[in-house]
């Protein structure tokens, strides 16, 4: 068993029963108020000068010549850097280890001058920043001054939140930092339904969050954040999919995007996976047994073009490495590039290459998949 994996029950919520439901939209989200992802694509578009195009370049050529050649042949540097504030969270998440405490990994917080440091070095290739990895962002105090470094060196910055400590003053500060996208997990428009997944949580103070993050956008007269309504589908909620756009919009955010969840020890079926198969990254299968939809072929772009950088200066290859069990460098007195350029991270591009399904962390990603449904 997954040491992720803590069994999901609720004797207080229990699942709601429901029939799949077809929405009266066919992507993977709704756009609230009109305009905001031509706006928000904007803010990501001004942001490609000369030397970053090049590097997008160097990276898709490069990675499309590995998969033809069956051989790790890399250029550039990374275009999309993830870099973890804190593994700590305020929340029980059933399926995520910060929520269940399960990290074998030390628990602490990245420091402003550590990350100033990696900043000063990605700026000049890399386009998009993520403040995220595991925990709650907003935990470490120092996380819009963060923000509003990166900004300030013109990179495209989103983080994610569970929206618990959004005050009026923090909401402000959000706004002003510079900060071009925030991504708020609302997985339920019920407090019972909600509670289900995001297990300590409050729906209130969620929407109380939002609302005081668009209010000060409008003061501000602020373009940014683009603000995400973020609903991860699984089968406690996926009856209330149509209510949480209707609360998005009443708290003034930009967009809803409904996403599918990733569960743990999935292959006798899970009470997390929702009815509606449009919604579900697995499948049944003939022999009652379940699968991940995704052919797991010999490839990934995400080791060609992006990161994740720990709290505590660990590379990793992708999101998916949750406990950094597969460190291809540390940051310690070592430069990014080093470490992007360095024989572990070829050695591992080349085993992606040669059987992807046998690297643990692969078994269940959506490379390759939808994340977003479809």
């Not at 963060?146 to 900004?151: G, K, L, R």
């Not at 992007?340 to 269940?364: H, M, P, Q, V």
Request: glycine residues 6%; hydrophobic residues 35%; positive net charge.
């Amino acid at each position: 068993m997954n040491k992720f994996r803590r069994p999901f029950r609720s004797s207080k919520h229990p699942v709601v029963p429901c029939q799949p439901l077809v929405l009266p939209v066919k992507s993977r989200g709704v756009e609230i108020r009109r305009g905001a992802k031509f706006r928000d694509t904007w803010q990501l578009v001004r942001r490609l000068k000369l030397s970053r195009c090049i590097n997008l370049g160097r990276l898709y050529f490069s990675y499309q010549a590995s998969r033809l050649l069956k051989k790790p042949i890399h250029a550039g540097l990374p275009a999309a850097v993830a870099v973890e504030p804190t593994t700590s969270c305020n929340l029980r998440c059933p399926e995520c280890p910060s929520g269940l405490r399960s990290f074998s990994r030390p628990t602490g917080r990245l420091s402003l001058a550590d990350f100033k440091n990696l900043i000063d070095e990605i700026s000049p290739f890399t386009l998009y920043l993520t403040l995220y990895f595991q925990g709650e962002p907003y935990l470490n105090k120092e996380l819009l001054d963060m923000v509003a470094y990166a900004h300030a060196r013109g990179l495209y910055t989103a983080t994610s939140t569970n929206a618990h400590f959004l005050t009026d003053d923090v909401a402000r500060r959000t706004v002003e930092s510079g900060l071009c996208r925030l991504i708020i997990s609302v997985d339920g428009a019920t407090q019972d339904v909600y509670a289900q997944y995001r297990v300590g949580g409050r729906l209130q103070k969620v929407l109380d969050g939002a609302r005081r993050v668009a209010a000060w956008k409008r003061q501000l007269k602020s373009p940014t954040p683009h603000v995400i309504f973020q609903f991860l589908v699984v089968r406690p909620n996926e009856h209330q999919m149509e209510d949480v756009a209707r609360l998005a919009k009443e708290c003034g955010a930009d967009e809803v995007r409904f996403k599918t969840a990733q569960v743990y020890d999935y292959e006798n079926g899970h009470p997390l996976i929702p009815l509606n198969e449009k919604f579900a990254r697995y499948r049944l299968r003939a022999d009652g047994r379940w699968e991940i939809k995704n052919a797991l072929g010999n490839r990934c772009w995400r080791m060609w073009h992006s990161c994740v950088v720990t709290w505590d200066g660990r590379v990793v290859p992708c999101c998916f490495d949750k406990d950094a069990t597969h460190v291809l460098g540390q940051l310690n007195g070592r430069s990014l590039k080093d470490v992007w350029r360095g024989s572990d991270y070829r050695e591992f591009r080349r085993k992606i290459l040669r059987a992807r399904r046998e690297i643990d962390i692969c078994t269940n990603c959506t490379e390759g998949t939808r994340v977003w449904g479809h």
